[in-house]
């Protein structure tokens, strides 16, 4: 079954307060990806992991870190969340990055930042 | 960087009727990827082709990469293909560049 798992789906934080966004995927894809969606903005890529301990910013990615220790397992991690960070979290997977592979993605993260 | 522009931003259809969507990005094309955003917010891949007509049921993606536009054609709308419609270029790196997405809502 192939399939791309974010949790939470919800999360509502205070200002200063740690985050974690955790995403796994259950089809061995060598690369995963997180992206936010802001109204207006589209989807902007925040980080790309390419495999276990490979990961490489994107456009956005000043506030952010990233943890990749298993290849089926990434998350995003706020250290001290802003309000500015209130947004749609997306993660997503594809067979690999080079060719014209399909995009996975999982159902998404709102998180709120109070 | 990559710029796209989607067009109509929104569309309201009466079921039955046809879409026709469109997607301008600004440099050179390695693929291009259609999506589709449900209502509630998740997002499912419907095409990925770098160029020429790909057809599915009542879609069909058209990529002109010289002319630097792509479309996904609708057919005989339904209610249940009310949602946002992504276009994602990708340029010669790893990367996707997303649109802003049309908006369509499809009426009994």
């Known amino acids: 079954d192939m399939k791309v798992t974010q949790m939470p789906r919800y999360l509502i934080k205070r200002m200063g307060e740690n985050v974690l966004l955790e995403c796994g995927q259950d089809m061995s894809h060598e690369t995963m990806y997180w992206y936010r969606q802001d109204p207006g903005l589209g989807l902007q890529l925040i980080y790309i992991s390419y495999d276990v301990d490979s990961n490489s910013e994107g456009d956005i990615p000043k506030g952010y870190r990233v943890s990749r220790k298993k290849r089926e397992h990434f998350s995003l991690i706020l250290d001290s969340a802003k309000t500015n960070q209130t947004s749609v979290y997306f993660c997503?997977?594809?067979?690999?990055?080079?060719?014209?592979?399909?995009?996975?993605f999982g159902h998404g993260t709102k998180l709120s930042v109070l | 960087g990559q710029q796209v522009q989607q067009s109509p931003a929104s569309l309201v259809l009466q079921e039955g009727e046809n879409a026709e969507l469109q997607c301008n990005f600004s440099?050179?094309?390695?693929?291009m990827q259609w999506f589709y955003q449900r209502p509630e917010g998740s997002l499912v891949s419907l095409f990925y082709n770098p160029s020429g007509t790909k057809q599915s049921g009542r879609l069909t993606s058209t990529t002109v990469i010289k002319e630097r536009r792509s479309s996904l054609h609708i057919s005989s709308s339904q209610i249940t293909d009310s949602g946002t419609y992504l276009c994602a270029p990708r340029g010669m790196g790893y990367k996707l560049t997303f649109g802003t997405g049309t908006s369509l809502l499809v009426d009994p």
């Open positions: 440099t050179s094309l390695n693929s």
């Open positions: 997503a997977s594809s067979l690999s990055p080079i060719s014209n592979e399909r995009l996975f």
